[in-house]
């Protein structure tokens, strides 16, 4: 009996190990999520019940480590250097003709890696077993974060077996998060009012000195190898080395190019210069490395880094630079942002002169005072933010900024609930607001009002002749106004007319999206229209009603509850339905359900306007249904942004791609 149950968890671990080999490093799983967590609760419950048979590498040793007080010291039997860093073309030339000096008439290659911006760490593994890892520390000694790093599902607990492969090795690597999981967890740490972190690589490192294994285990860490050391086998070069760790179970960076000489290297530096923002995490630069072991050993190291390698960086996307003042600007759902002046500086191609400051806790967080020399940093996103201030620096003059109490565009009262972060402008006839909302209800996921962009909305508020979207379904009563106007013609104005008419045939889902409630997407607009076919019923749904759907949760219900308490608001969506917007839900699901009933679609990337939760729920509910790997069986693939291998795999399948937009028109029902 025993001897059977000791077999099934020794499988059931190799399975579980297999899959996430097969998710993790090849990016190519088998079994869907549920298949797997089903594996994962049968191990769980019978390590529970025959604690003896629990192997230090199962797969739920993930999360089994204990709260440390104090991290112990590791010393690493080779020292982990550091790298010696260049910045031009010039330098990385010097570099190469050191390397030649020293190699006289040997040819040599180079292999050109990507130099990942996370944490350097080791892991050791004794007899196929992770069995320590350890920060760089000071390059001699570092700290003993085992536990944290097994939780890290992307590092084998266990080797993959290679023929002839080595058991007992050193690796080295990156531990680093995607630039989306950094962003959704501040966001979810924001509207948790907990600390949020400054970037990915600050919030790597910040998990991996927490002391808690179980909370490093909800980070979304992930880890990428580029070194190998062993006396178990013969090593030859990096490139093969690299191969070697692949096979082995470790992820590598697809990325790595051998150059045959340094004018090669500069153009794949110039390539990833170019190209890093395609990347789903941050890199700082390339890593230029001679390809040869033996070649390495004969160029050695000076002072604590080889004279094999280089860092050849990327320009800077951080800069210093003056705060001059704080502004605060308003958003189209009345969020008030505080947006930092500064004196202009060039940064990442394109002068600076205004860049976010998030809200008022992050002003307090970091302490920025006004006329601080601040850092600005461009990240991969396009809007520049102030991420540092240099407290080194601070002049007599710096000043403490007090957070107005008014809307600095109406002057009304700003408002902030319990726990958020952002304060509000209340008063929904602020101009700043007015323009955002009817924006909003005019874009192309919404009504889709042809021509009625950014220029002519500021115009036409600022004419007084529009001051909420209502009053878009009258404009045509004011056609004299119009034609007044600079640059309106007959045909100009009529086509507005009709474009705005035409939104009239918009679902009903669309007009609740476009109202511009707070916390309503797209698809939750969809969601709500599924259950309150009418706006009767939306109205008069209460906060419990809202919340006894499934996707709906308290924060969504209070917002759907709060707008239509609202006199204005409701007004307003009177006067839409007389105008003859779309205000009940008309029964196509029949026609949608056909189209989807019984279709395979497979998720990749990141989607804006839902979690993959919400989207696989909505396929569901539409009678489709979501695997997770890719085959000639599939249907659609729905791609997100930084989608991986999948989207490869399906345009090779030739399996039908939908985008975001794509995918949400075909859930309105008008793919
Ligand atoms: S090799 C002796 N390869 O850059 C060479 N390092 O200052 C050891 N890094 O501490 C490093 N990507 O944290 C190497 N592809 C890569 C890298 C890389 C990032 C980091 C690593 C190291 C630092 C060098």
């Not at 990428?224 to 590598?252: A, C, K």
């Not at 800069?319 to 930092?340: D, F, Y």
């Not at 601070?394 to 726990?419: V, Y």
């Not at 679902?507 to 009767?536: K, M």
Request: hydrophobic share 35%; with cysteine.
């Amino acid at each position: 009996m025993s001897s059977s149950i000791q077999k099934e968890i020794e499988t059931l671990s190799r399975k579980i190990l297999d899959h996430d080999y097969r998710y993790y490093i090849l990016a190519q799983p088998i079994i869907s999520d549920e298949e797997y967590d089903g594996l994962m609760r049968r191990l769980q419950e019978l390590e529970r019940q025959y604690p003896a048979f629990a192997a230090s590498d199962s797969p739920t040793q993930r999360v089994g480590g204990k709260i440390t007080k104090e991290f112990s010291t590791v010393t690493h039997a080779v020292p982990m250097l550091s790298l010696s860093n260049t910045y031009n073309e010039g330098e990385v030339r010097d570099f190469d003709r050191r390397v030649q000096e020293i190699l006289k008439n040997e040819t040599y290659r180079y292999i050109c890696e990507l130099k990942f911006d996370g944490i350097a760490i080791s892991l050791r593994y004794e007899d196929n077993i992770f069995v320590q890892g350890a920060t760089r520390g000071d390059g001699s000694q570092g700290d003993d974060i085992t536990q944290n790093l097994k939780t890290i599902r992307s590092i084998p607990l266990r080797l993959r077996s290679v023929r002839n492969g080595p058991h007992t090795l050193e690796v080295r690597g990156e531990a680093f998060m995607k630039r989306v999981d950094f962003q959704r967890m501040n966001g979810e740490r924001q509207l948790a009012g907990e600390k949020t972190f400054v970037n990915p690589r600050n919030s790597a490192a910040g998990t991996l000195k927490l002391q808690d294994p179980k909370l490093v285990a909800q980070r979304p860490l992930n880890f990428v190898s580029y070194f190998l050391r062993t006396d178990d086998i013969e090593l030859v070069s990096q490139y093969e080395n690299l191969q070697l760790l692949h096979n082995l179970g470790f992820p590598t960076s697809g990325h790595t190019k051998l150059c045959q000489s340094i004018d090669e290297v500069i153009e794949y530096w110039k390539e990833w210069e170019r190209r890093r923002d395609e990347l789903p995490f941050d890199i700082d630069g390339i890593v230029v490395k001679v390809n040869s072991l033996q070649q390495q050993e004969q160029l050695g190291a000076v002072a604590k880094s080889p004279r094999w390698a280089v860092a050849f960086k990327f320009a800077s996307r951080q800069a210093e630079t003056q705060l001059k003042a704080i502004r605060l600007q308003v958003g189209r759902l009345g969020t008030i942002t505080p947006v930092a002046e500064l004196e202009p500086v060039f940064l990442g191609g394109s002068t600076v002169s205004r860049a976010t400051l998030h809200n008022e806790e992050y002003i307090r967080e970091l302490d920025i005072r006004l006329n601080d020399i601040v850092i600005v940093e461009k990240g991969g996103d396009v809007i520049p933010k102030v991420s540092g201030v240099k407290i080194e620096k601070r002049l007599m003059d710096a000043k403490t900024f007090k957070f107005p109490n008014q809307c600095p565009e109406c002057h009304s009262k700003i408002f902030r609930s319990e726990g958020e972060a952002n304060y509000y402008c209340e008063n929904s006839e602020c101009p700043a607001q007015v323009k955002g909302r009817i924006e909003h209800f005019a874009s192309r996921g919404a009504m889709d009002i042809e021509g009625l962009g950014e220029a002519i909305v500021d115009q036409f508020v600022h004419l007084g002749l529009l001051k909420n979207c209502a009053d878009l379904y009258d404009l045509h009563t004011r056609q004299e106004i119009i034609l007044s106007l600079d640059r309106w013609g007959k045909k100009s104005t009529q086509n507005l007319f009709n474009a705005i008419e035409g939104s009239k045939a918009r679902p009903f889902s669309r007009v609740i999206y476009a109202l511009g409630i707070r916390h309503i997407g797209a698809s939750i607009a969809q969601l709500l229209v599924d259950n309150f076919i009418t706006i009767e019923q939306l109205i008069g749904a209460t906060e419990t009603d809202l919340q006894s759907i499934q996707g709906i949760g308290p924060q969504i219900a209070e917002s759907v509850v709060r707008f239509f308490t609202n006199e204005h608001n409701r007004r307003i969506v009177k006067r839409l339905k007389m105008a003859g917007v779309q205000m009940l839900e008309k029964k196509k699901r029949a026609r949608t359900s056909q189209q989807l009933s019984n279709k395979s679609f497979v998720l990749t990337g990141t989607l804006a306007t839902m979690t993959r939760e919400e989207a696989k729920q909505r396929i569901e509910s539409l009678g489709g249904k979501v695997v997770s790997s890719i085959s000639k069986k599939t249907d659609i693939v729905v791609v997100g942004t930084d989608a991986g291998s999948k989207l490869e795999k399906a345009k090779t399948l030739g399996i039908l791609l939908l985008d975001e937009q794509k995918f949400l028109n075909m859930l309105q029902n008008e793919f």
